[in-house]
C-alpha cells in the first residue's frame, strides 16, 4: 500500500493512500497537526513496527475506510468545485507558489 502524507497549507496536511486491489482514500484535511511530526505518521509507524493488521491502516489496507477516510475525487467530479477535497489541495499549492486561483461570482 503506497502512503502519502503531503502539507497543504502552513498548519494542516492530508493523507492518501493507495491499498493494493482497492479504491485510493483520502483524509483531507487530517485531525491534527505538528510542525515536526504527522499524527497520522505516528500511526503508520507504529502499526508498521507492531504489526497491528487492525489499525488504521491496516484497516485501510484491507479495503476499509477506518471511519475518517473518504474515496479520491475524480477529476471530473472534483473539477469546478472548490469545495471538494481535491480542491483544497489544489488551491493550497498555487498558493504556496504564488499563482492566484480566479474567484467566481455569486
Known amino acids: ?3 502519502t502524507i503531503t502539507r497543504t ?5 492530508a493523507v492518501r493512500v493507495a491499498p ?3 479504491p485510493a482514500l483520502e483524509m483531507n484535511p487530517a485531525p491534527s497537526y505538528d510542525e515536526r511530526l504527522p499524527h497520522d505518521v505516528v500511526h503508520f509507524v507504529v502499526e508498521n513496527e507492531l504489526r497491528l493488521a487492525r489499525g488504521i491502516f491496516g484497516q485501510l489496507a484491507a479495503g476499509g ?5 473518504r474515496p479520491v475525487p475524480t477529476a471530473e467530479s472534483s473539477r ?5 477535497c481535491a480542491g483544497r489541495a489544489r488551491g493550497a499549492a498555487r498558493r504556496e507558489v504564488g499563482v492566484e486561483r ?3 461570482q455569486r
Open 1 to 3: 500500500m503506497l502512503v
Open 9 to 13: 497549507s502552513q498548519r494542516s496536511y
Open 20 to 22: 493494493v486491489g482497492h
Open 65 to 69: 475506510r477506518a471511519g475518517t477516510f
Open 80 to 84: 469546478g468545485s472548490p469545495w471538494s
Open 102 to 104: 480566479p474567484r467566481t
